[in-house]
């Protein structure tokens, strides 16, 4: 047969793509031929060719449906498209003896980490490394740079699109010795230039097995690996996927690195997103809502408030611009890839709602099954119920069943925290948040990874379906909802980003959560149940609110935050670490006072935290009839008041209208913010708690913090 072809006068490239329609690699013909339509030429299809009439039919089809702008600033208003703003401004670079393949709604702002960052290539630089770098360039508004010298290859490649030869990374790392690099066509230090520090390394992409000397990271970067022919084909799809048109050029180049890969390889309701009823307004300033109509007492907006109420028009914007049939989809699918259609989801031992979440929301996008890795704790039995999903089985129950199931593995790379039933070669893909560490899996072929150095799994997941345009069912949003919820500590923890807080308010326009806060504070109720995996941040922040107050004698906010738990011991024997939060919680916050109370749901008893003289005064005032606990004053016994609403607030807001005024002592309040130290997130702790590290008011140090007054 392929004689006959060449007898009948068909050229080589018909044969080339005849044979690759019958592979795999149909992604590859896709995104060829839409560069070439993209370049206006012809020259590299035969349309006697049966096959090859199918493709130009399927592709004029996907490039009419997916509507490609043709003007390359054309961009929507709200841009869901373009990947990272962390490669904003990044310089490409292919990998050292350079062939040609080395040189090749924004829904959220650029992220910092990456704006101004070199995208470098391997050792010995290849076609892929050129052209999928320039390329990339293009894309991310970066500049693309050489790990060596171009070969004869990409010298040609370069003259025939009239493309100027990027410079060194040498000459490059000269002009800003700690640019960020995000690594192009590889992973492996093996590979990567000697004149780069590790340590600058933001981003890769890359289309390789990951092997034993993949890069280590002390923090996450971004990472997009797919099992493709070609990292330029993971750049050109990243164009067609995000409807932006690469120039003339940039196509070309991208076209030629492809070639010399695989030639060598062959509806909207009355609700608002999170708002509507929950957030009306009552304050003179806009800011603040109604607490309790019969004292007229009304609180300051929460932060999780804010951030939806402020994102609620971009919000309903994105999910009106969603098919509203969940069974809509594009008559040929350039978005999935087909390593993960039918695969198993899981997530990391210890499991936490992220993971499960994740696994479910992953499930429902790429058309596989969702597992658990070891039992649910509360919270996400919680969700689960709220939403009235079904718990998914555990991985062993799935392997049972079939022991060669496909796996993905979720909201964890490494091998440490992996199910021990997992065969690592039966992994086809990775979908994460957390840094590369020294337990990564190794793997023998390149699989599908998605790494984003954002707050949560879930969020990349909701992200994906929005940039497919695809509409999650409304029991999957949910649970991708509550998923970052939980991880962001309500978007106030240290990992969150824009993207989570967009994503956060788009998921609840299509979840129609009417109130954001509401779920919040009950979810948070059913996390406190299970202790182990909440950090004193996460105790102090989980369920806070403040209140404004302006009388003759005092202006300000206060903070209260409550914990309800069926063992109040637990978290009172941890006093040594919750004060020196809870300091430096109202120093951040510029919070007058900040009060903790702790709430037994069983017995119906309240102790109140006292961080210093100011909290301890007020207490005293509100909280006339109550004792003082311990010698160093640090705890006040409530009896039977547990409500913040009916027993607490009414209770401070007599107080301070009564004429209450800040004591002259302030205690630990007074310490520098600078010397509170940093929150960080203990990448090998399978609770994944955020922790402060280095603060001036060390853990156990409650002699600190005794009151006198």
Same mark, same amino acid.
């Given at each position: ?15 080339? *793509? ?13 995104? =060829? ?56 401004? %990044? ?25 101004? %960052? ?25 500049? #693309?740079?050489? %790990? ?7 010298? *040609? ?52 097995? =990951? ?28 164009? &067609? ?19 010399? $890969?695989?030639?060598?390889? &062959? ?5 608002? #997103? ?9 304050? +003179? ?50 978005? @999935? +890839? ?8 899981? /997530?990391?031992?210890?499991? !936490? ?9 992953? #499930?429902?996008?790429? /058309? ?15 969700? @689960? ?25 979720? !909201? ?70 509550? %998923?970052? &919820?939980?991880?962001?500590?309500? =978007? ?7 993207? $989570? ?36 941040? /996460? @105790? ?13 004698? *005092? ?21 040594? !670490? ?34 210093? +003289? ?44 009564? /004429?209450?005024?800040? +004591? ?20 090998? $702790? ?13 853990? $156990?140090?409650?002699? @600190? ?5």
């Amino acid at each position: 047969m392929r004689d006959c072809r060449r007898r009948s006068g068909q050229s080589p490239y018909t044969i080339f *793509f005849n044979f690759l329609l019958t592979a795999t690699a149909s992604i590859i013909i896709i995104v =060829l031929y839409c560069l070439s339509l993209l370049l206006r030429t012809n020259q590299y299809y035969d349309d006697d060719s049966h096959g090859n009439v199918r493709i130009r039919s399927i592709i004029e089809n996907v490039l009419r449906d997916r509507e490609i702008p043709k003007e390359i600033t054309t961009v929507p208003k709200v841009d869901l498209f373009v990947v990272p703003e962390a490669l904003k401004g %990044a310089v490409f670079v292919g990998h050292l003896v350079t062939d040609l393949d080395s040189v090749g709604g924004d829904l959220f702002v650029v992220p910092e980490a990456l704006k101004g %960052a070199v995208f470098v290539g391997h050792l010995v630089t290849d076609l892929d490394s050129v052209g999928g770098a320039i390329g990339a360039a293009a894309l991310y508004g970066g500049t #693309a740079a050489l %790990a060596s010298e171009v070969n004869s290859e990409t010298a *040609f490649a370069l003259e025939e699109w009239g493309m100027k030869k990027p410079p060194t990374i040498e000459e490059v790392l000269k002009e800003n010795s700690d640019v960020k690099i995000c690594l192009v066509d590889y992973q492996q230090t093996t590979q990567m230039n000697p004149i780069i520090n590790r340590a600058n390394v933001v981003g890769v992409i890359d289309h390789h097995a =990951l092997q034993s000397k993949t890069i280590v990271t002390d923090r996450p970067i971004l990472i997009d690996v797919r099992p493709w022919g070609s990292m330029s084909t993971v750049i050109a799809h990243t164009f &067609l996927t995000h409807q932006r048109r690469p120039s003339v050029k940039v196509a070309g180049m991208m076209l030629c690195a492809i070639l010399s $890969d695989t030639l060598h390889s &062959l509806g909207h309701d009355d609700h608002h #997103a999170g708002g509507a009823e929950a957030l009306r307004l009552t304050g +003179p300033d806009g800011q603040t809502k109604r607490y309790d109509d019969e004292h007229g007492i009304v609180r300051k907006r929460t932060n999780i408030e804010n951030v939806v109420l402020d994102r609620e028009a971009a919000a309903h914007e994105i999910a009106d611009a969603l098919p509203k049939e969940i069974s809509t989809v594009p008559r040929v699918d350039l978005f @999935l +890839p087909e390593a993960l259609k039918d695969a198993v989801f899981v /997530g990391h031992l210890v499991t !936490d709602l992220d993971s499960v979440g994740g696994a479910i929301g992953a #499930a429902a996008l790429y /058309g596989g099954r969702a597992a658990l890795a070891s039992e649910v704790n509360s919270e996400t039995a919680f969700a @689960l119920e709220e939403w009235g999903m079904e718990k998914p089985p555990t991985i062993e129950e799935v392997l049972k069943e079939n022991p060669d199931a496909k796996i993905c593995l979720v !909201d964890h790379q490494q091998t440490s925290q992996m199910n021990p039933n997992i065969n690592p070669d039966n992994v086809v893909g990775v979908i994460d948040h957390h840094a590369l560490q020294s337990k990564t899996i190794v793997t023998d072929r390149p699989i599908y990874i998605d790494i984003r150095p954002w707050g949560s799994m879930s969020t990349i997941i909701a992200h994906t379906f929005l940039t497919h345009q695809r509409r999650p069912p409304m029991k999957v949003a949910g649970m991708m909802l509550c %998923a970052i &919820l939980s991880d962001t500590l309500n =978007l106030q923890g240290p990992t969150t980003t824009e993207w $989570d807080r967009l994503i956060v308010a788009v998921l609840s326009e299509i979840a129609q959560v009417d109130d954001i806060q509401f779920l919040a504070t009950q979810q948070f109720k059913a996390k406190s149940k299970e202790l182990a995996g909440l950090s004193a941040h /996460g @105790l102090v922040n989980g369920d806070q609110k403040s209140f404004s107050f302006k009388t003759e004698k *005092f202006e300000g906010d206060v903070g209260f935050a409550v914990v309800e738990t069926t063992d109040d011991a637990v978290i009172i024997d941890r006093l040594g !670490d919750l004060l020196p939060e809870i300091v430096a919680c109202k120093k951040e916050k510029e919070l007058s006072a900040l009060f903790l109370a702790v709430v037994n749901i069983v017995s119906l008893k309240g102790t109140l935290l006292l961080c210093g +003289p100011t909290e301890l005064s007020l207490a005293k005032m509100a909280f006339s009839e109550c004792t003082v606990a311990n010698e160093s004053s640090t705890l006040m016994d409530l009896g039977k008041r547990v409500s913040r609403k009916k027993d607490y607030i009414p209770a401070i807001t007599r107080a301070i209208k009564s /004429g209450w005024s800040k +004591p002259m002592n302030r205690g630990q309040s007074t310490v520098d913010i600078a010397s509170l130290g940093k929150l960080e997130v203990d990448p090998l $702790d399978p609770h994944q708690r955020v922790v402060r590290k280095g603060s001036i008011l060390a853990p $156990d140090s409650e002699k @600190l913090f005794k009151v006198v007054g």
